[in-house]
């Protein structure tokens, strides 16, 4: 191994991928990624149908994540904000409920709306100024409960919990039962109310776009399959055998390294569906929900309320199904349309296109902030990143990237001086 030129791989051109190229570069080293598709970004992938920007799955960037804030530029992104709240659809009525102090156009709505008594408009207040004054160091060393447990023992009423919190943190968490770890739950909750939700006005791609454009050395592979890894080298699917120092594996390492002593990743799925619609019933980009047990639709967007460099002509609106009830296809499409209906009073012209995504966000227990460096180290020359060992978040999977680089780094260098 040359040590001042050792050869470092990186497989997946995904969030923490490109992070780890980057971190790279930033210490003066060159690597290749292998990227199995056709494009960087992984998870986080805009198309372009019919002048419209759909993103792959109804995801945001919070723009209070630490990590977002060092790698970004959010300036560069033009990124556009949601307002600090979401508005309820309940029994043909709909009422916004958010946070005041952020959006003085939240005051009334939230103080006179229903939804939430006032007791839990009282807690909802208490739970902020707990979690502001909280590190997230403390938050990630607290014991793991469902958020539902988090919720009811904090004593907010059923009501709230399942006209507000539940549909909220469904359409963040992907699934309905609020079971994910309350370390995520105080995690998001801190960063909400310290921040904004927000889109890139090119879509979410243009986030792993202005990654992979300020990689200067780094050579990225596409269309590149890996199908496996040792200490030393890298085999192709193709057949070709790779020599590699060290190898930085930026995704699911299970079916790369063949006595990998890690659990198979569970993962959480969604779908979600684009329509053009004539008109918005929102009118500011706020996110509707619905908060109605057994319904398919979790969450509703109009991606035209924002400003988007792109623009079919009409309002595209965005729907997010957590729970598919084991609907596909046109079941599915027809049940969204009549829900659309009844509980939006939504007519749309037509569907654009409809995602599924099985592989959504990883279901991990035990859920981490980051990784120390030795913990991405799995063998002398293999090192794993990804949100998968961390927890399904863009903050994380950055994070991860950069500890498994730093790992990396820090091996060059002590055989450097040995
Ligand atoms: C629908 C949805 C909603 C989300 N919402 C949010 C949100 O609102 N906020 C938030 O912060 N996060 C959200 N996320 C999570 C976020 O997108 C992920 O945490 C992040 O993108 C993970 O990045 P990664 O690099 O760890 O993994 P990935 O994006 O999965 O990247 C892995 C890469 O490795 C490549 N690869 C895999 N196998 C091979 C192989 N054998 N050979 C070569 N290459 C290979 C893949 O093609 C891919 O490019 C959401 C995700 C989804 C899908």
Not at 293 to 322: A, D, H, Q, R
Not at 330 to 352: A, H, M, Q, S, T
Not at 381 to 390: C, M, R, S, T
Request: charged share 25%; with cysteine; net charge neutral.
């Amino acid at each position: 191994m040359n040590n001042n030129n050792p050869k470092i791989h990186i497989i997946g051109a995904g969030i923490s991928g490109l992070i780890a190229a980057q971190t790279l570069e930033k210490n003066g080293f060159s690597s290749t990624i292998l990227e199995l598709t056709n494009s960087v970004g992984g998870r986080v992938k805009t198309d372009i149908i019919e002048g419209y920007q759909l993103d792959h799955g109804f995801q945001v960037l919070l723009t209070s994540y630490p990590a977002a804030k060092r790698f970004l530029d959010f300036k560069a992104l033009e990124l556009q904000e949601f307002l600090p709240g979401a508005t309820i659809f309940n029994s043909g009525k709909s009422q916004t409920i958010g946070d005041p102090l952020r959006d003085l156009s939240l005051l009334f709505p939230t103080v006179f709306s229903s939804i939430i008594p006032l007791m839990d408009k009282i807690k909802i207040l208490k739970l902020n100024l707990i979690l502001k004054k909280k590190r997230i160091a403390d938050i990630f060393a607290e014991k793991e409960i469902s958020t539902l447990d988090y919720l009811k023992n904090f004593g907010f009423s059923e009501q709230t919990i399942s006209q507000f919190f539940k549909p909220f943190f469904s359409g963040i968490f992907l699934e309905t039962k609020l079971e994910t770890s309350s370390r995520m739950f105080e995690f998001v909750y801190k960063m909400f109310g310290s921040g904004n939700a927000a889109l890139p006005k090119a879509g979410i791609q243009a986030i792993p776009d202005q990654l992979a454009q300020n990689l200067k050395t780094t050579k990225i592979l596409f269309n590149t399959k890996v199908s496996s890894v040792e200490d030393g080298e890298i085999t192709l699917e193709n057949g070709e055998v790779l020599e590699s120092d060290f190898t930085i594996i930026a995704t699911d390492a299970k079916h790369l390294i063949s006595d990998l002593k890690q659990e198979n990743v569970k993962w959480k799925s969604c779908f979600t569906l684009y329509f053009e619609t004539e008109k918005r019933v929102l009118e500011k980009p706020i996110i509707g929900l619905l908060p109605k047990e057994n319904s398919l639709i979790n969450n509703i967007f109009y991606n035209t309320s924002l400003e988007t460099s792109k623009n079919g002509g009409k309002e595209l609106l965005c729907i997010t199904v957590v729970d598919n009830q084991n609907l596909k296809g046109n079941e599915l499409i027809e049940k969204v349309k009549i829900e659309l209906k009844n509980y939006f009073n939504i007519d749309v012209l037509r569907l654009i296109k409809m995602y599924e995504i099985p592989k959504a966000l990883p279901d991990l227990k035990n859920i981490k902030y980051s990784l120390d460096l030795a913990e991405t180290q799995y063998s002398k020359q293999i090192y794993l990143a990804g949100d998968i060992l961390v927890n399904g978040s863009l903050n994380a999977a950055m994070l991860s990237g950069e500890s498994a680089t730093l790992a990396v780094i820090e091996n060059i260098k002590s055989n450097l001086k040995a």
